[in-house]
């Protein structure tokens, strides 16, 4: 049965159903057949009460305080603030590219946001000074994918609003893998121009007197990351209400740099209705599905199939881990995230691994998914903001040395699990 779902589920989002209908088909079609459609009859109440989940509300919250960045023009000042300090570095603005991204993470939530922003300000500067256009697209493509891992983030918020786990410890836990796969960007980067020196762009002239005068620039998403991440750790707030928050330093930041107006407010809240919508859609929807499941009881029969496998928990880690670098190729993350993780999840704890630790797994899995064609949506992100076009290849072999530096962060987390988890355990 798992796998007549899977093979529905594959079949109805490559005939380009939007991912909603998909769920909801699935989920009262498996009711129907196996139920009598007995579960549908609770579909009112059952959504009513999924959709007043109080950390849902966190959700539109981190897509306002993006928009309100990207419409303030605060990505603009912090990204020529990134180029004075990493440009000195063998590859260039394709750091700056992967530090403003990180930057811009640890304000936004979101990977998609944090490509677009970044890529919009960056992609100018490829003709300009000369640099490789493949890498450096590849470059902004995983550097986008860090808006998910490094706190605030979305699709942590997500599973732990799906597995039932701490979101401040997941937070917590993403923190040092976040940076790590920042630093492991920047290395490709790196050994890509020592090989190939003339993919390396012309040099950027600056001085101490001019990294020090642009350091202001940098501030402002310095604070909102203290704001948001801060005031959760302080004890001042939760996750739901430090989102809220970071929007009013935000709006504070956007009123002091002159950029507070009602075209700005309107573009900003039209950008967080459309995103919010599907997002709570999606959700609904998958949870719905979960539910069904869990009356049927798949769940339970993978455990038993799995336990008579006699495989070990790294056994298992490892088919699970590939089974879902090879989903990435064709599914869209958060749908991919959504479909499996009832399904995974209880397999991953019965064998005694840590859900922390998992959730920072399947980040970093839905990190690679991003960048992995045919449909990894940050190249198509990054692809959409090249003003004279090309061929979208040049972005997808653009991004392949950035997928073996994840497949790095992937080993490191299974035989150093302390990597995620250390932070978390100091704290908690």
């Known amino acids: 049965m798992p796998f007549i779902i899977i093979a529905i589920l594959l079949s109805l989002i490559v005939a380009a159903v939007p991912v909603a209908a998909v769920l909801g088909i699935l989920s009262l079609s498996l009711d129907e057949l196996f139920m009598r459609g007995r579960r549908s009859l609770m579909l009112g109440d059952f959504v009513w009460e999924q959709s007043i989940e109080y950390i849902l509300v966190a959700i539109p919250m981190f897509i306002l305080l993006g928009e309100i960045m990207l419409r303030a023009g605060i990505a603009l000042r912090m990204y020529n603030a990134v180029i004075q300090w990493l440009s000195w570095l063998p590859g260039g603005l394709m750091h700056a590219n992967i530090g403003s991204s990180a930057i811009f993470a640890a304000s936004s939530g979101s990977s998609v946001a944090t490509a677009a922003t970044v890529g919009t300000v960056a992609y100018p500067e490829i003709e300009k000074h000369g640099y490789n256009e493949s890498l450096f697209l590849g470059s902004l493509a995983a550097g986008g994918t860090l808006g998910i891992l490094i706190p605030p983030s979305i699709n942590l918020i997500i599973y732990g609003l799906l597995t039932d786990t701490s979101v401040p410890e997941l937070y917590l836990a993403g923190i040092f893998p976040g940076l790590t796969l920042a630093v492991l960007f920047m290395a490709v980067v790196v050994i890509a121009c020592l090989f190939r020196p003339k993919w390396d762009g012309d040099k950027i002239e600056t001085s101490w007197a001019t990294r020090i005068r642009v350091l202001p620039d940098l501030l402002p998403p310095v604070l909102l990351f203290v704001a948001v991440v801060g005031s959760i750790y302080a004890g001042v707030a939760t996750p739901t209400e430090a989102a809220s928050i970071g929007v009013v330093f935000a709006l504070m930041i956007a ?43 798949i769940t339970q029969t993978m455990l038993e199939s799995i336990e008579q496998l006699g495989w070990t928990p790294m056994q298992t880690m490892v088919v699970i881990i590939c089974f879902y670098l090879l989903l990435g190729m064709f599914m869209e993350t958060l749908s991919m995230m959504l479909t499996t993780i009832p399904v995974v999840f209880p397999i991953v704890v019965h064998m005694g691994f840590d859900p922390v630790w998992f959730g920072i797994m399947i980040t970093v899995l839905m990190e690679a998914a991003l960048i992995t064609p045919p449909i990894g949506i940050n190249l198509y992100v990054v692809h959409g903001i090249r003003a004279r076009g090309g061929n979208f290849n040049d972005v997808s072999i653009g991004a392949i040395p950035f997928l073996f530096a994840m497949f790095a962060m992937i080993a490191l987390l299974l035989f150093y699990p302390n990597i995620a988890i250390w932070l978390p355990n100091q704290f908690y």
């Open 255 to 297: 009123a002091w740099n002159k950029a507070l107006n009602l075209e700005m407010l309107k573009q900003a809240f039209e950008g967080t209705m459309r995103s919010s919508a599907m997002i709570m859609l999606i959700i609904l929807a998958a949870v719905f599905l979960n539910f069904v499941l869990g009356f049927m009881g």
